[in-house]
């Protein structure tokens, strides 16, 4: 059985640091590309960031580019999101989720349960 | 940027069919997706490259991609249906999600 589980989030004030870890499980992690999506209270979703199998090919929304890095460790079936510079508007649920591997589609198969991300004073 | 437009809620009968629209500039050129969310819960995907249901998703759950809109159809609509939908699709190798549709099912 896939499982994604995100770890990580929590309260955090502005212009402080975060990093938030995705554990794979049930499949190949390193045969997938993944990606990161988040969701603010009572909002939509929101693409964040996508990195290829071999992790050398990085990919983000211009709302986070400078800010965030996506990484992941194959040996250890761990995706990352490292979150600098952390804003108000960066408050949301981080979803950690599949790329199906579809032909000409950028489609997410399975997700995590996401992991809350607050940016206060 | 490129952006996926949806109405904000679509309400309909239990066994009626329920319609959602994703609007984008020549969306028909693109592969458009479909997620089901429920409060609370994460998205699920209820239908890729336009019309293809995963494993798992029941047959009244149907989609099409023409010109500039893709439609999400709910054949047979069920309480269970009742939640929030999202388009996707990319563009400039940037995902977008449309905006949501809340569906009420009355």
């Known amino acids: 059985e896939v499982q994604l589980v995100e770890s990580g989030g929590g309260l955090v004030q502005p212009g402080g640091s975060l990093r938030l870890s995705c554990a794979a499980s049930?499949?190949?992690?390193?045969?997938?590309?993944m990606h990161w999506v988040r969701q603010a209270p009572g909002k939509g979703l929101v693409w964040v960031s996508r990195?290829?199998?071999?992790?050398?090919?990085?990919r983000y929304a211009d709302s986070v580019k400078g800010r965030f890095t996506i990484s992941r460790d194959n040996a250890k079936n761990t995706l990352y999101l490292q979150m600098n510079s952390l804003r108000a508007e960066d408050t949301a649920v981080y979803y950690c989720?599949?790329?199906?591997?579809?032909?000409?589609?950028?489609?997410?198969?399975?997700w995590g349960q996401g992991t809350l991300v607050t940016v206060s004073s | 940027s490129y952006e996926l437009t949806q109405p904000p809620s679509v309400s309909v009968s239990p066994g009626q069919t329920a319609s959602i629209t994703c609007s984008g500039y020549?969306?028909?050129?693109?592969?458009a997706c479909w997620y089901q969310q429920k409060p609370g819960q994460s998205p699920v995907l209820v239908i890729y490259?336009?019309?293809k249901r995963p494993s798992g998703i029941p047959e009244r759950f149907s989609g099409s991609n023409s010109g500039n809109t893709a439609t999400l159809t709910i054949s047979g609509t069920q309480a269970m249906d009742e939640a929030d939908y999202y388009c996707?699709?990319?563009?400039?190798?940037?995902?977008?999600f449309g905006g949501g549709t809340k569906l009420t099912v009355l």
């Open positions: 996707q699709a990319w563009d400039s190798s940037i995902v977008v």
């Open positions: 490259q336009d019309t």
């Open positions: 049930g499949f190949t992690f390193s045969s997938y590309w």
């Open positions: 989720a599949r790329d199906a591997g579809y032909s000409s589609s950028w489609t997410f198969d399975y």
């Open positions: 990195i290829n199998s071999d992790g050398n090919i990085t």
């Open positions: 020549k969306l028909g050129d693109k592969y």
